[in-house]
């Protein structure tokens, strides 16, 4: 299959979106997550993986999770219910199979349906997004589904032989640096560095968006969304004397940094 609403000289980097507090790492390897006796419309998800120039990229690391058609999360189950992770072929083509996720209340709102998805692969920087749906009547005031840059990430359903499918074409962005050290270039400052109590964020020229601190197995354990301004401050006090990295999100990029807990 072709890749969709893309120029054909270039590929435009898919934009990301948050994390959320649903992601749980060691999902297994699997391709269908749909669960014998489960309610819930049948969705197949399909695309292509590529780099900037449209090359397609073998071997990226697709990390999929979402609510069931009830809008629950599998939070602490072993069996990692609608959650999964995969590779892309040779030709970087990626297929999974589950249901239509539910809608449920962020707040006094609804979120519209959608699944998360986590994209790795050596030489690239991390992607982690969200993929919505065209129709749906929860995007319009929806932050992050409502944000122009999601609409690239909303896309059509289609019924295939009594089935419903969806396309997601991914771009994932050059990095040939790996982590991504802060450096007064990218107008981030992290403070303290080794860090004991409080870690504070700053940032010059641009406004913080989210912050997220991750273990090295890349757990989520502290977080803070819907940021709109230039300095932020996590407690860290509780935290055990190891390695994290800080994800950053600011009007001018996403930016991952190394942060030493004493």
């Given at each position: 299959?072709?890749?969709q609403?893309q120029p054909?000289?270039a590929?435009?980097?898919?934009?990301?979106?948050?994390?959320?507090p649903?992601?749980?790492?060691?999902?297994?390897?699997?391709?269908d997550?749909?669960?014998?006796?489960d309610?819930?419309?049948?969705?197949?998800?399909?695309g292509?993986i590529?780099d900037?120039?449209?090359?397609?990229?073998?071997?990226?690391?697709v990390?999929?999770?979402?609510?069931?058609?009830?809008?629950?999360?599998d939070?602490?189950?072993?069996?990692?219910?609608?959650?999964?992770k995969?590779q892309?072929?040779?030709?970087g083509?990626?297929?999974?199979?589950?249901?239509?996720?539910?809608?449920?209340?962020?707040?006094?709102?609804?979120?519209?349906a959608?699944?998360h998805f986590?994209?790795t692969?050596?030489?690239?920087?991390?992607?982690?997004?969200q993929?919505?749906?065209?129709g749906?009547?929860y995007i319009?005031?929806?932050?992050?589904?409502?944000?122009?840059?999601?609409?690239?990430?909303?896309?059509?359903?289609?019924?295939?032989?009594?089935?419903?499918?969806?396309?997601?074409?991914?771009?994932?962005?050059?990095?040939?640096?790996?982590?991504?050290?802060?450096?007064?270039?990218e107008g981030?400052?992290?403070?303290?560095?080794?860090?004991?109590?409080?870690?504070?964020?700053?940032?010059?020229?641009?406004?913080?968006?989210?912050i997220?601190?991750?273990?090295?197995?890349?757990?989520l354990?502290?977080f803070?969304?819907?940021l709109?301004t230039a300095?932020?401050s996590?407690?860290?006090?509780?935290?055990?004397?190891?390695?994290y990295?800080?994800?950053?999100?600011?009007?001018k990029?996403?930016?991952?940094?190394?942060?030493?807990?004493?």
């Amino acid at each position: 299959f072709a890749r969709q609403d893309q120029p054909t000289d270039a590929c435009i980097p898919t934009t990301s979106d948050i994390l959320g507090p649903y992601y749980r790492a060691n999902a297994p390897i699997r391709s269908d997550l749909t669960i014998p006796g489960d309610p819930g419309v049948i969705l197949n998800y399909k695309g292509i993986i590529s780099d900037e120039d449209c090359n397609p990229l073998e071997n990226a690391v697709v990390d999929v999770w979402q609510a069931n058609s009830d809008a629950i999360y599998d939070g602490s189950s072993p069996e990692f219910r609608y959650r999964g992770k995969f590779q892309t072929g040779a030709d970087g083509h990626y297929a999974f199979r589950s249901v239509v996720p539910g809608w449920y209340l962020n707040g006094p709102q609804y979120r519209p349906a959608h699944i998360h998805f986590r994209v790795t692969r050596p030489g690239f920087t991390e992607l982690i997004t969200q993929l919505y749906f065209e129709g749906d009547p929860y995007i319009a005031n929806d932050p992050w589904a409502s944000d122009p840059e999601a609409m690239l990430r909303i896309v059509p359903v289609h019924d295939v032989a009594g089935e419903q499918v969806a396309q997601f074409d991914i771009t994932l962005k050059a990095n040939t640096n790996g982590i991504r050290e802060s450096r007064l270039d990218e107008g981030i400052r992290l403070y303290p560095n080794p860090v004991r109590d409080k870690l504070s964020i700053e940032v010059r020229d641009q406004r913080l968006r989210s912050i997220e601190i991750f273990d090295i197995r890349g757990s989520l354990l502290l977080f803070k969304y819907k940021l709109d301004t230039a300095a932020c401050s996590l407690p860290m006090h509780y935290l055990g004397s190891a390695i994290y990295f800080c994800r950053v999100e600011t009007s001018k990029g996403i930016f991952i940094h190394k942060i030493i807990k004493e």
